[in-house]
């Protein structure tokens, strides 16, 4: 059975970093491109960031460019997401999910296996 | 204002069907790309009902479906039960924003 396990979030100031984790099991991490996304308090769905298989490729929504990096351990069966300079807008539900590639023309990949998420929130 | 729009809420009594709308435009539902379903209960993992605009990943039951036509996509629920009480979130490709993108969720509350 698949299971991502968050955790890492909590409280924290503006300015502040917080560093998540995702452990991953019943699938092998190394064949999937992975994703955190996140749910703000009273508004939707956005994806963060994504990383290819080996780490070779990343990808950031712009509004965390320069500020939070996705990171993977295969081995360790992990996925990371530290987050530094936080914002206030940067409070919500933090998840990761698995992804499916997007394979030919007008396919859209998708997140087959999400975690329950882990709750950050950002607040003087 | 999300590029997909979904409606904010919808309701049914038990057993009866409902509908959740998701429209965009020419630069992603209308342009051909996929759309995929989510369902997120409260204290649970979210969860792909729809992918690919009409598939159902194993262990989705079929009283849930997903159509496509022009620049919209439909979730259709039938026989509803009180256990389908979540949000639903529809998900896209936007060329013009060259990103994924989510709609801004419908509530769906059984009555």
């Known amino acids: 059975e698949v299971q991502l396990v968050e955790s890492g979030g909590g409280l924290v100031q503006p300015g502040g970093s917080l560093r998540l984790s995702c452990a991953a099991s019943?699938?092998?991490?190394?064949?999937?491109?992975m994703s955190w996304l996140r749910r703000a308090p009273g508004k939707g769905l956005e994806w963060v960031a994504n990383?290819?298989?080996?780490?070779?490729?990343?990808y950031y929504v712009d509004s965390v460019k320069g500020r939070f990096t996705i990171s993977r351990d295969n081995a360790r069966n992990s996925l990371y997401l530290q987050m530094n300079s936080l914002r206030v807008e940067d409070t919500g539900v933090y998840y990761c999910?698995?992804?499916?590639?997007?394979?030919?023309?007008?396919?859209?990949?998708?997140?087959?296996?999400w975690g329950q998420g882990t709750l950050v929130t950002v607040s003087s | 204002q999300s590029v997909l729009t979904q409606p904010p809420s919808v309701s049914g009594a038990p057993g009866q069907r409902v509908t959740v709308s998701c429209t965009g435009s020419s630069s992603n539902i209308g342009a051909g790309y996929d759309v995929h379903w989510y369902q997120l209960l409260p204290g649970t993992a979210p969860k792909l009902l729809i992918y690919g605009n009409s598939n159902r990943p194993s262990g989705v039951p079929d009283r849930f479906s997903g159509s496509k036509s022009g620049t919209s996509a439909s979730l259709a629920i039938t026989g509803l039960q009180a256990e389908d009480e979540a949000d639903y979130y529809c998900q896209s490709y936007d060329s013009s924003l060259s990103d994924v993108l989510f709609g801004g969720g419908t509530k769906l509350t059984v009555l």
């Open positions: 990383i290819r298989q080996d780490g070779s490729d990343i």
């Open positions: 999910a698995r992804e499916i590639a997007a394979a030919g023309r007008g396919e859209v990949r998708r997140f087959d296996y």
């Open positions: 019943g699938f092998t991490l190394s064949h999937n491109w």
